[in-house]
């Protein structure tokens, strides 16, 4: 059964720290892995991972995939309040040319001042 | 705005009562889903439409029915449902499927349905 494990599930930090949040996964004919930031209702779009290795940078924010492992990680640098929020890790695989999105608990990130 | 509209924002709905969840997309995509979003429990993907075929149901039950009458708008049909079906339900669409990993969703806001 395909299914993507995030920790850790709760971290509080302050203003400043640098956080990394991690996301293993298995699933059937990997397609890509995608993170989104949660704050109040939908899900914003952050990364997406498809080759193991390669950075992916937004601002403070980046992302690497590890395909041998299966795993990701997403670093947000100096933190602030507003990256408070619940950030999902998404896999995509499946057949069918991989219609199947299957997403991770989250990560409940607050930053305090 | 990611240029998914969902309404209504809000649904109280008794059990015996029929309703239906609307979802727009502006973005010219070709793939459409539904989830459902519990309380802590992680996102679930309901169904995928892809180019107006579905081509996903994850074992949802029956008192769920979608509807895709064209590439811009899904609909969701709820009947009969039952108190733990209360959720935020997810509208998202995303490019196309033929490409091999080039198909970040966005979301609509939700609608946050609770059944009496």
């Known amino acids: 059964e395909d299914k993507v494990v995030q920790s850790p599930l709760s971290l509080v930090v302050h203003e400043g720290d640098t956080v990394t949040l991690n996301c293993s996964y298995e699933?059937?004919?990997?397609?890509?892995l995608l993170w989104y930031k949660q704050e109040k209702k939908a899900p914003t779009f952050l990364f997406m991972l498809t080759s193991s290795g390669i950075e992916k940078k937004s601002g403070r924010l980046s992302s690497i995939l590890d395909k041998k492992e299966l795993f990701s990680i997403l670093n947000i640098t100096a933190t602030q309040t507003g990256d408070s929020a619940v950030y999902l890790c998404?896999?995509?695989?499946?057949?069918?040319?991989?219609?199947?999105?299957?997403f991770g608990p989250g990560t409940r990130l607050s930053v305090l001042p | 705005e990611t240029g998914v509209t969902q309404t209504p924002r809000h649904l109280v709905m008794g059990m015996t009562n029929k309703k239906s969840l609307k979802c727009e997309q502006h973005l010219g995509h070709n793939a459409m889903y539904w989830y459902k979003q519990s309380a802590k429990k992680p996102l679930e993907l309901m169904f995928v439409?892809?180019?107006?075929?579905?081509?996903e149901n994850n074992s949802v039950p029956s008192r769920f029915s979608p509807e895709c009458p064209n590439s811009s708008h899904l609909f969701l049909h709820l009947h009969t449902l039952q108190p733990e079906d209360s959720a935020l339900y997810l509208c998202a669409s995303s490019p196309r499927f033929r490409d091999r990993g080039l198909n970040e969703q966005f979301f609509g806001p939700g609608t946050r349905l609770t059944v009496l």
């Open positions: 998404a896999v995509r695989g499946g057949d069918n040319y991989g219609q199947n999105f299957v």
């Open positions: 439409y892809n180019f107006k075929e579905q081509t």
């Open positions: 699933v059937t004919n990997f397609r890509s």
